[in-house]
Nanobody
């Protein structure tokens, strides 16, 4: 059974940092395409970042480039999202997602429960 469990969300001041974690199980994590998707209050889902295990390539939406970094630890089957220089517009529920294809074009077939990130003074 595939499971994705996020942690690390919270309240942070503008300009601050947070690191989200996603613990994964039930599939071959090292070869998977994984990512983060967020949903701000009253808005739709927004893709944030992806990591392709088979190529180690990383991708980011323009609004987080240079501020967010996606990484993985295959020994721990865990994905991380380091978020620096946080802005109020980063406030959202962040979901860990798994793509059904290793090359990231299969669509997200599994989602975590989400973790709230609130950026506010």
């Amino acid at each position: 059974e595939v499971q994705l469990t996020e942690s690390g969300g919270g309240l942070v001041q503008p300009g601050g940092s947070l690191r989200l974690s996603c613990a994964a199980s039930g599939f071959t994590f090292s070869n998977a395409a994984m990512g983060w998707v967020r949903q701000a209050p009253g808005k739709g889902l927004e893709w944030v970042s992806s990591f392709y295990g088979y190529s180690t390539n990383t991708y980011y939406t323009d609004s987080v480039k240079g501020r967010f970094t996606i990484t993985t630890d295959n020994a721990k089957n865990t994905m991380y999202l380091q978020m620096n220089s946080l802005k109020s517009e980063d406030t959202a529920v962040y979901y860990c997602v798994k793509d059904r294809a290793v090359n990231g074009i299969g669509g997200f077939d599994y989602w975590g429960q989400g973790t709230q990130v609130t950026v506010s003074s």
